[in-house]
C-alpha cells in the first residue's frame, strides 16, 4: 500500500475528514482531535499495511507509521485540503484534566519540532568544528552558521505564535502580531538598557522582561487572545468586521499580556527552573534512575510533552537541559540495545529484519518502530530496556550531564553534548552514559528467555528439533504419516513454547500448495492483503477452515471471508480474476452472519468451465487481520493438501 491509499484508508477509518478537527505528526506518529471517537475504527487501522499500531493517548487519536510518517502526513494533509472544511452541528466533548495540558501542549510544541531540531543540531555541529579548529568564532562562516542556529531560539515567540494560535483556532497573523509586539525594539531596548524608565499604559506600570526565547508568555497571550476574539466578534457587525475585529482584539489583548501575564508566564519559567534544580539537587540519581528507566512508558502515552516547557525554557534561559533530552538519550539507546540482542538472538527471520531496521531508527532516536515491532511483542525484551535506561539514567544523573541543544536525542545529537567552550568532559560523560544503557540492556535481553515465534525449519531438518509435546499432534493433522514414500515430507514445523497462543487454519480445498509468492498478482503475492498460503484446487468445494461465523461473500460469489470464534478473519479468493465471470460458475452453500462449522459446505464452482474461461484458478487462502498475530506460518508449503488437512497457524 503507498503512501496516498493509506493517508485515505486512515482518513476513512478516522471518520472521514468531517470527524477529524485536526492533524499533525510528530517523528513517528500521526497525531489526530477527532470528534466523536466511537467513530474511529481503531482495530482496521492497526490493520493496515503501514501501521505499526494505533491508540489514544490523552485525548489524542494516533497512529504509529515509524520513519515514514513524514511522506504519509504530506499524502493525508493534501487529501484533507482537498476535502475541505466540513462543518458539523455536534461539538466535540472537551478534554479535561491533565489529558487538556498534555494534549495542548503536544499540539503546540510538536509542529515546530522541525525548526528547533534542525537548527539544534547545527549548533551541535557549530561546537564540534570549534573544538576540531576547523572553523573559527571570529570568522563570517560561523556567524552566519551561528545566526541560523540561534534563530529559532531566539524568536521562538513567533514559532510559537502560529501553533499556539492552530490549537486554539484564532487568527495565526493577529497572534504573530502578538510575538511581534512583545520582541518589539521599545520592549527589549527597555529592558537591554536595564528598566532605566519605567512604561506605563493607563497608569498600570509594564513589567519589563525579555521576552526573546521565551515560552510560556506566547502560549498564554494567544490562549487570552482567542477568547477576547471570540467575545469582540460577536459585536462587530459584519461589513467592517475585517477593519475593527483585529484592532480592537489587539488594543485589549496586548496591554493585559504586557502588564499582567507575560510577567506571570515569566515567572512560571523561572519557577519550572527553580523546580528542575532542586529536584536534582535533592533526588540525584534517583530521578535519573526513575526517569530513565519509565522514559519508553512516558514516550508511549504522550507524558513527555509536560516536559517540553521546561526544557526549552532551560535552553534558553541557562543554555542546557538536564532533564528530558539527556535521560531520552540513554532510554533510546537502552531500546537499541535490547532489539539488537533480539537480532542477534532470535531465530525468526521476520523478526530479525524487524529488529535490525527498527535498531538502526533507535541509534539515531526514533524508537516506535522498536518499542510497537519488537520489544513490546516479545515482553521481556521491554522489560530489559527500562532496566538498562535506569542504568544509564542513573549514571548521568549522578555527573550533571548537560545537553546544550535541542535534537532528537541520537547518536547524531552527541555534538550537542560538547561544552560551548569546547570542553569534552561532558561529551565524555554522555558515550559513557549511552554505553552503560546499551550493554546492560543488551546483556539483560541476551540473558532473558522469551516466547519466540513459531519458525519453519529447512527441508529435511531432524525431527528431533521439534518440540515433544506439540511434534506428534502436529503431525498427525497434517496428514504426514499417510503420504506415500515418493512424495517429499513437509518441512516441520518448531514450537518453541507449547504456551504460544495458536490458532489453527484448516485447508478449505484439496489441491497443490503455491507460495503466495509465486502468485503473478502482486496485492497477494506482496502480501498487501495478509499472510498465507495459495492452493491450487483439484475439485470445486470449498469447506469452512474452522468453526466460525460467515462475515463476507462477494457479490460475484469468487469470494467468501470468515471470521473465527477466536477473532481469525480469513479469507478465501476462488482464482485471480474470478470476478469477472459476475458470479458465473459459483454457487454459494452459506449466507453472510450463518454459524458454520469446520468442513461445512460453502462453496461450489465448476473447475471446467472456469478454466475453459480462460481463468487461472489459483485460490489464495489469506489470514486478512495478519497484523494482529506475531507469525502467520504455514503448515507444509510444498505438496498436495487434502481438505480439512491442517494448513496455517497464527501465532500471538
Not at 193 to 204: A, C, G
Not at 368 to 384: H, S
Amino acid at each position: 500500500m503507498n503512501h496516498r491509499e493509506l493517508s485515505k484508508e486512515i482518513i476513512r477509518l478516522t471518520g472521514g475528514q468531517e470527524n477529524i478537527m485536526q492533524a499533525w505528526h510528530c517523528i513517528t506518529r500521526l497525531r489526530f482531535n477527532v470528534r466523536e471517537e466511537k467513530k474511529v475504527q481503531l482495530e482496521q487501522i492497526r490493520a493496515l499495511d503501514g501501521v505499526l499500531g494505533a491508540q489514544f493517548q490523552n485525548d489524542q487519536f494516533q497512529v504509529v507509521i515509524g520513519n515514514k510518517v513524514a511522506a504519509v502526513y504530506e499524502e493525508l494533509e493534501d487529501q484533507l485540503k482537498q476535502a475541505g472544511a466540513t462543518e458539523t452541528k455536534a461539538e466535540p466533548p472537551r478534554s479535561r484534566g491533565l489529558n487538556a495540558v498534555l494534549d495542548t501542549i503536544s499540539g503546540i510544541f510538536t509542529p515546530i519540532l522541525p525548526a528547533i531540531v534542525g537548527t539544534g543540531m547545527l549548533k551541535g555541529i557549530l561546537a564540534l568544528l570549534v573544538t576540531l579548529g576547523a572553523i573559527q568564532e571570529t570568522s563570517g562562516e560561523y556567524q552566519i552558521l551561528a545566526s541560523i542556529a540561534n534563530a529559532a531560539f531566539y524568536f521562538l515567540p513567533f514559532l510559537l505564535a502560529v501553533s499556539s494560535a492552530r490549537k486554539f483556532k484564532v487568527n495565526e497573523y493577529i497572534a504573530l502580531t502578538l510575538a511581534g509586539t512583545l520582541l518589539y525594539p521599545t520592549i527589549l531596548n527597555a529592558y537591554l538598557e536595564n528598566h532605566l524608565e519605567p512604561i506605563r499604559f493607563l497608569s498600570l506600570p509594564v513589567s519589563i522582561v525579555n521576552y526573546t526565547q521565551s515560552v510560556i508568555p506566547i502560549i498564554l497571550g494567544v490562549w487570552l487572545l482567542s477568547y477576547v476574539h471570540r467575545w469582540v466578534d460577536r459585536f462587530i457587525p459584519g461589513p467592517v468586521k475585517v477593519i475593527f475585529t483585529s484592532m480592537i482584539v489587539l488594543v485589549i489583548t496586548v496591554p493585559i499580556l504586557l502588564i499582567a501575564i507575560g510577567p506571570l508566564g515569566n515567572y512560571i519559567g523561572i519557577y519550572l527552573e527553580i523546580g528542575t534544580s532542586w529536584l536534582f539537587a535533592h533526588s540525584g540519581p534517583l530521578t535519573g534512575i526513575v526517569l530513565g528507566g519509565l522514559m519508553p512508558v512516558i514516550v508511549m502515552t504522550g507524558m513527555h510533552y509536560a516536559f517540553f516547557p521546561g526544557t526549552l525554557q532551560n535552553l534558553s534561559k541557562l543554555g542546557y537541559d538536564v532533564l528530558l533530552l539527556p535521560l531520552n538519550l540513554v532510554a533510546n539507546m537502552s531500546q537499541a540495545g535490547a532489539v539488537m540482542a533480539v537480532f542477534l538472538k532470535t531465530k525468526n527471520k521476520s523478526m530479525k529484519s524487524i529488529a535490525l531496521s527498527s535498531g538502526i531508527s533507535a541509534f539515531l532516536g526514533i524508537t516506535e518502530p522498536a518499542i510497537y515491532g519488537v520489544t513490546l511483542k516479545l515482553k521481556k525484551p521491554f522489560y530489559a530496556s527500562i532496566i538498562g535506561g535506569a542504568a544509564g539514567g542513573g549514571f548521568i544523573t549522578a555527573v550533571g550531564l548537560k545537553c546544550f541543544g535541542f535534537a532528537v536525542p541520537g547518536l547524531l545529537s552527541l555534538p550537542l553534548y560538547i561544552g560551548p567552550n569546547g570542553g569534552m568532559a561532558n561529551f565524555w560523560y554522555a558515550l559513557i552514559g549511552i554505553g552503560i544503557s546499551f550493554v546492560v540492556s543488551f546483556t539483560v535481553t541476551l540473558l532473558l528467555k522469551w516466547d519466540e515465534p513459531i519458525t519453519q525449519q529447512p527441508a529435511g531438518a531432524s525431527s528431533s528439533a521439534i518440540a515433544p509435546t506439540t511434534t506428534s499432534e502436529l503431525a498427525e493433522r497434517s496428514g504426514t504419516t499417510n503420504r506415500s514414500k515418493q512424495e517429499p515430507a513437509p518441512p516441520p514445523v518448531t514450537v518453541h513454547s507449547i504456551e504460544e497462543k495458536k490458532g489453527e487454519i484448516f485447508s478449505p480445498l484439496t489441491g497443490e500448495l503455491v507460495a503466495l509468492k509465486e502468485l503473478p498478482d502482486p496485492t497477494f503475492a506482496e502480501e498487501m492483503t495478509g499472510k498465507g498460503i495459495a492452493i491450487y484446487p483439484q475439485e470445486g468445494r470449498v469447506t469452512a477452515p474452522f468453526d466460525g461465523t460467515v462475515t463476507m461473500i462477494a457479490k460475484s460469489k469468487h469470494a467468501i471471508m470468515l471470521t473465527s470464534s477466536s477473532g481469525i478473519d480469513i479469507l478465501i479468493h476462488v482464482g485471480l480474476n474470478t470476478v469477472s465471470l459476475k458470479g458465473k460458475f459459483f454457487e454459494e452453500k452459506v449466507v453472510i452472519g450463518q454459524r458454520v462449522n469446520k468442513g461445512d459446505l460453502l462453496l461450489e464452482f465448476d473447475i471446467e468451465s472456469i478454466q475453459a474461461a480462460g481463468i487461472d484458478l489459483i485460490t489464495p487462502v489469506i489470514v486478512a487481520n495478519t497484523p494482529d498475530y506475531l507469525d502467520v506460518v504455514p503448515v507444509q508449503v510444498k505438496g498436495v493438501v487434502p481438505m480439512n488437512e491442517l494448513l496455517l497457524l497464527t501465532v500471538r
